[in-house]
């Protein structure tokens, strides 16, 4: 019989002579930790009642203020899609954080909820710090515009997993609102007004036909130099708006109340303008039999949107069907609220617009502009 030789395993293990670092093998611990302390500074700024314990534990700790008497969690989840491709090419990564923030505070807004904490996920295969450390402070800054604290979050470097200088982002965001302030959208009737406040341009959706109309611009030569007062590409790339705290302090202003006789009155909706545009999201708020009658012209085209209408080639339909065509948040109110709420409004600092009524649907469409 054949007799294996003395300490054969550990003699295969020998031959790997050249230690590996995981370092070595593309994940840098040090740049992870140079990271985490370039970003508290970031964070600190964030931070609200309710942070028991943020950045740099394992979990992060909020307590849900005693303000709230039957307080209801709601949460939103959302990326920046493929804006980050301009993101990547043009090297503007400042912004694309509080793209980021507003997708998902935004949402939950919609609720009536108020933002109570933010979390992020970074995730790349080589880790820059100053590209990572420019896009947390981007999700810091959009945490502070909406009185939302950033507690947490994960960077993960993964060698092998995306193209050199590409990353990719998720967040997620929790409010909370009275069980009893929850909006719905189901006091929703007929003769209610409907107005739209408006975009900081694109926000983060469509960006897939955006950046085809870019390439389709490029080959003819004919890319503007501005847009909106604004350098080309600052306007393409402009941050996504965030309603939260204008909207919250209407919604203080102007609840939904309803009368002995069963009458409401106040914001009786909200509806964010994301992917699928006016048309596919207005009908998500509406009681089923009700639509929305938009007035074309009632809120003005900017040069950003005329430009991708005429380089797509596109109808009205699709533009409102793919891009949130210059109305970011839509609100619903009844129509003795709706002079009273355009003004709350545009004392904070929106650009409000009268854009339509709601009517009997009948064998309609739920959105229509005419």
Known sequence: MTQSPKNSQNSIFHTMTTPLS?????????????????????AKKTMRDGV????????????????????????????????LKLAFEWQMHDTVGIDLVA?????VLVQGAEPLFFLDYFACGKLHIDTAAAVIQGIAKGCELSGCALIGGETAEMPGMYPAGEYDLAGFAVGAVEKA????????GAGDVVLGLKSNGVHSNGFSLVRKCIERAETAGNIPASLDGQPFKQAVMAPTRLYVLNVLKALAAHPLNTAENGSTSGIK????????GLLENI??????GMAAHLTKGSWPQT????????????????MNRTFNNGIGMVVVVDAASAAAVTLTLRDLGETVFEIGTIAPQGAGAAVVVA
């Open 103 to 107: 997708m998902s505070v935004n949402d």
């Open 269 to 276: 909706a909200l509806a964010h303008i994301t992917g699928g």
């Open 52 to 83: 028991l314990a943020g950045i740099g534990g394992f979990g992060a700790l909020f307590e849900v203020s005693k303000k709230f008497k039957e307080p209801v969690l709601v949460s939103g989840t959302d990326g920046v899609g493929t804006k």
């Open 22 to 42: 995981y370092k070595d093998a593309g994940v840098d611990i040090d740049a992870g930790d140079a990271l985490i302390e370039r970003i508290k500074p970031f």
């Open 303 to 318: 040069e950003l949107f005329a430009w991708l209408q005429a380089t797509a080639g596109i109808d009205d339909i699709e």
């Open 283 to 288: 009908p998500r708020v509406l009681p089923k």
């Open 181 to 188: 302030k929850i909006l719905t959208g189901a006091s929703i």
